[in-house]
């Protein structure tokens, strides 16, 4: 688990094929304090186990899914990511719960400079416009941010000038991949909604064919 404050910027030394995946290497300083092997680490918002470190540079192993559900299988040596330690418990969440599992892809829309901020437009599949909600919380590229505009298939978020400074985002452009996470919470209440009452019978209408209504959420025990 993780909150989406990035803690530093690494960078790629190696990208190694292995079968349809990744071998990757990364040089980084803060994170390796007390980095060990089977430790998890946050790459651009992809939860990662660490095979390999030692005092300069750590290595993970990126499956055949993560790479196609991920803009990992792009990065190339010399290449700049966000990196951030998985939470301790009882540590202090100050971004959101975030699990480093990247529901999918997106693609940079529009980059705007404020006089106090950015507005950063990230454009993603329809399939996930249920899970964006105003004023909630989303993570892009492993950074915890806040959507402030809303539409179909695109979010806007508001990038304050110390989250630009210090992480990746600032050199995202136009067009450019990144990784999105949706919230958990909405996710899994979603998923109870949908299958948590195993007395039901299996509903004539769903949140899929046609939207959440009084009588679907009745016939789902919930009235």
């Known amino acids: 688990m993780f ?35 089977d430790d998890s680490v946050s790459i651009n918002g992809a939860c990662q186990t660490v095979v390999r470190c030692d005092g300069a540079s750590f290595d993970v192993e990126a499956v055949e899914e993560t790479i196609l559900k991920t803009t990992l299988g792009s990065l190339q040596p ?18 959101h719960l975030v699990q480093g599992h990247v529901d999918t892809r997106g693609s940079v829309h529009a980059i705007q400079e404020q006089q106090t901020s950015w507005l950063l437009s990230v454009n993603f599949p329809t399939d996930f416009t249920r899970y964006v909600v105003p004023v ?14 809303v539409e179909a298939d695109r979010l806007t978020v508001a990038v304050i000038p110390h989250t630009w400074r210090y992480t990746t985002l600032n050199e995202l452009a136009v067009g450019s991949s990144v990784n999105l996470e949706f919230d958990i919470i909405g996710k899994y209440v979603e998923r109870l909604l949908l299958y948590g009452n195993t007395k039901a019978q299996p509903p004539t209408h769903s949140p899929q064919s046609g939207g959440m209504t009084e009588e679907w959420l009745t016939s789902m025990g919930y009235g």
Do not use: H, Y
């Open 3 to 37: 909150t989406g404050l990035i803690e530093e910027i690494g960078t790629i030394r190696s990208m190694r094929p292995q079968g349809q995946g990744f071998r990757i290497s990364i040089s980084a300083k803060t994170i390796l304090s007390d980095l060990k092997i």
């Open 136 to 149: 909630g919380s989303i993570c892009i590229n492993g950074v915890s941010l806040t959507t402030a505009r």
């Open 78 to 95: 010399g290449k700049r990511v966000n990196l951030e330690r998985a939470l301790q418990l009882g540590a202090r969440l100050g971004g």
